[in-house]
């Protein structure tokens, strides 16, 4: 199948390690030209980009950070002339800790309103400035990555489902907004518990509890969850607007 990718520009956001890197790696497969963003693993995303070769650009981006934003979106363009994909990838997790002894409010204010403001306003706030350059050309696709926490819930996780959850409601509106102004999708995909290249000693003692709840017996991997993303931001998919996809093996 021809995703209509070839020479096409995509930003993914936290693009150094885990999902990130698959979904960079498969956009480029495809033959796109990606922007690829870190915070603070600047030597892992430049081994990406070498991996890739000239189709790809490192851009630093701090969640959440008007001035950060309006920096990347302007490296891109200056780049290539051309914004056709937003993957809203990257996170902030602090004050996330999922222990059974944690208390929710017992999260010190600056902690917990940082999750909140990171994760949903930076995800809004790049929306808001690629949505411009999509509607002028009348073509655009944006994925926001949440997390399957967002409807199975977890001890220590209630701050940063809160902002996954708000950020399924923004999805669900833009998408009528950008849909009346030309082929312009977005949606949300949300992964399950998913191995990675640094998570596997961190969730190895727990993932028993989730293969055994899966249809598929098993834990995916973060290429798996990459390859949804990918359709879902590619000229192949014309019709998948305004959904919240569960990408977790059936759990």
Do not use: C
């Not at 991996?51 to 701090?62: D, F, M, Q």
């Not at 995909?189 to 000693?201: D, Q």
């Amino acid at each position: 199948m021809d995703l209509g990718l070839n020479g096409r520009t995509v930003i993914v956001t936290g693009a150094s390690g885990g999902i990130g890197r698959e979904i960079a790696r498969g956009y480029a497969a495809e033959g796109a030209d990606v922007v690829l963003t870190y915070r603070s693993s600047r030597e892992d995303v430049e081994t990406l980009a070498k991996e890739i070769g000239e189709r790809a650009l490192v851009v630093p981006y701090e969640l959440g950070d008007a001035a950060s934003a309006d920096a990347l979106v302007s490296a891109a363009l200056d780049w290539t002339g051309r914004i056709d994909l937003l993957v809203n990838n990257a996170l902030r997790a602090s004050g996330w800790t999922p222990s059974p002894d944690h208390v929710f409010e017992d999260v010190a204010d600056e902690e917990w309103l940082e999750v909140l403001r990171r994760n949903i306003e930076g995800y809004i706030g790049l929306s808001r400035l690629v949505a411009p350059v999509m509607r002028g050309r009348r073509f655009g696709r944006l994925v926001h990555i949440s997390s399957g926490l967002v409807v199975e819930g977890m001890i220590g996780a209630e701050y940063y489902t809160a902002a996954k959850a708000a950020l399924h409601g923004f999805n669900r509106s833009a998408a009528f907004s950008l849909g009346k102004d030309g082929d312009i999708l977005s949606n949300v995909v949300m992964p399950g518990l998913t191995t990675t290249a640094r998570n596997g000693e961190r969730i190895g003692p727990i993932s028993h509890v989730y293969s055994d709840r899966a249809p598929v017996r098993r834990l995916l991997g973060a290429a798996e969850v990459a390859n949804a993303v990918v359709y879902l931001g590619s000229a192949a998919n014309t019709g998948i607007t305004g959904q919240a996809i569960s990408v977790t093996g059936g759990v």
